[in-house]
C-alpha cells in the first residue's frame, strides 16, 4: 500500500516563503493533490497535478502564489507557497487522486499525515 509522508511546513511572518514536500512510496506515479484544514474548518483544496506534471490547477485563493510541481524521478510533489498570508495557516495533507473531480476530497483515496503551515501576521 502506498504511503505519503509531507515535510516542510513551519512558522513564517506574513510575506514569506515555505516549500512543502510530498514523497509517495514505490515507484508507481498518482495523480497528487494538496488540501488543508484550518481549526473547526473543513478539509479545502489548494492544488493538484496530474501524473505527468504537464496540468495543474489551483484554488482561486492561492493561485498567482503557490505553484504546484512534482519530480517524478523522486516520487515527489511539491508545494511552493509565495506571499504567505495568515489565512494560510492550517495543517496542509497530500493526497492521491483517483477519482474524476480533482478539488473534491472524495476523489482522493490516500493522504498523508499533513504538515503544519502557521502564517504570523
Known amino acids: 500500500q502506498v504511503q505519503l509522508v509531507e515535510s516542510g511546513g513551519g512558522l513564517v511572518q506574513a510575506g514569506g516563503s515555505l516549500r512543502l514536500s510530498c514523497a509517495a512510496s514505490?515507484?508507481?506515479?498518482?495523480?497528487m493533490g494538496w488540501f488543508r484544514q484550518a481549526p473547526g474548518e473543513d478539509r479545502e483544496f489548494v492544488a493538484a497535478?496530474?501524473?505527468?506534471?504537464?496540468?495543474?490547477d489551483y484554488a482561486d485563493s492561492v493561485n498567482g502564489r503557490f505553484t504546484i510541481t512534482r519530480n517524478n524521478a523522486k516520487n515527489t510533489v511539491y508545494l511552493q507557497m509565495s506571499s504567505l498570508k495568515p489565512e494560510d495557516t492550517a495543517v496542509y495533507y497530500c493526497?492521491?487522486?483517483?477519482?474524476?473531480?480533482?478539488?473534491?476530497?472524495?476523489?482522493?483515496?490516500?493522504w498523508g499525515q499533513g504538515t503544519q503551515v502557521t502564517v504570523s501576521s
Open positions: 514505490g515507484r508507481r506515479l498518482y495523480a
Open positions: 493526497g492521491i487522486r483517483t477519482g474524476s473531480l480533482l478539488r473534491s476530497t472524495s476523489s482522493y483515496t490516500t
Open positions: 497535478i496530474n501524473w505527468s506534471g504537464g496540468s495543474t
